[in-house]
Nanobody
Framework: QVQLVESGGGLVQAGGSLRLSCAAS????????MGWYRQAPGKQRELVAT?????????ADSVKGRFTISRDNAKNTVTVYLQMNSLKPEDTAVYYC??????????WGQGTLVTVSS
């Protein structure tokens, strides 16, 4: 059974850091690319960081140089991390992890809220 559980969000001042974690249960996650997405209030969900099963990474321009994605593959559970440094108020959003690409009907976790105060 597929399950995604995000954690690590919270309230932080601008310039601060947070480390998000995502426990992805299900054998599919060990062989697909994974990503961190975020959705700010009133905006569409956007993809901010990706990592392939082999460890290659890519970042949205808005977070490049500040965020680092990593993953720890196990047989049936993959843990995906997002280290966020130099946080800005515009990083405020609910953060989700999921496979890449996602399709209608794919399961989403509850996300973790990151709030950056100015």
């Amino acid at each position: 059974q597929v399950q995604l559980v995000e954690s690590g969000g919270g309230l932080v001042q601008a310039g601060g850091s947070l480390r998000l974690s995502c426990a992805a249960s299900g054998s599919i996650f060990s062989i697909v690319a994974m990503g961190w997405y975020r959705q700010a209030p009133g905006k569409q969900r956007e993809l901010v960081a990706t990592i392939t099963s082999g460890g290659s990474t890519n970042y949205a321009d808005s977070v490049k140089g500040r965020f680092t994605i990593s993953r720890d593959n196990a047989k049936n559970t993959v843990t995906v991390y997002l280290q966020m440094n130099s946080l800005k108020p515009e990083d405020t959003a609910v953060y989700y992890c999921n496979r890449i690409p996602t399709r209608p009907g794919h399961y989403w976790g509850q996300g973790t809220l990151v709030t950056v105060s100015s």
